[in-house]
Nanobody, 126 residues
Framework: QVQLVESGGGLVQAGGSLRVSCAASGRTFSGYHMAWFRQAPGKEREFVAAIYWSGGATYYADSVKGRFTISRDRAENTLYLQMNSLKPEDTAVYYC???????????????????WGRGTQVTVSS
């Protein structure tokens, strides 16, 4: 049974940094895309970043490009999101997700993914 467990969220001041993690278990993720989405109160869930587990290719939403970095540790089966220069508008619940057959054109669509974690709260104060 696949499990995705996020951790590392918290409260940080604007301009600060935070790293969230996602511990993945239950299968091998070779060939999978893994991603981070976020959802702020009253807003729709939005794509943040994705990575191809095997080859390491990365993809980012324009709103976080240059500030956030997605990475993975294949030996530890852990996905990371390093967030720098945080802004109050980055405040959201951050979700880890994995998909076994996600087309590149569909990376930003939540429905393309198979498994989801429960999320971790990130709050950026101004």
């Amino acid at each position: 049974q696949v499990q995705l467990v996020e951790s590392g969220g918290g409260l940080v001041q604007a301009g600060g940094s935070l790293r969230v993690s996602c511990a993945a278990s239950g299968r091998t993720f070779s060939g999978y895309h893994m991603a981070w989405f976020r959802q702020a109160p009253g807003k729709e869930r939005e794509f943040v970043a994705a990575i191809y587990w095997s080859g390491g290719a990365t993809y980012y939403a324009d709103s976080v490009k240059g500030r956030f970095t997605i990475s993975r540790d294949r030996a530890e089966n852990t996905l990371y999101l390093q967030m720098n220069s945080l802004k109050p508008e980055d405040t959201a619940v951050y979700y880890c997700t994995a998909g076994g057959s996600v087309r590149i054109a569909d990376l930003s669509r939540g429905r393309a993914y198979d498994y989801w974690g429960r999320g971790t709260q990130v709050t950026v104060s101004s």
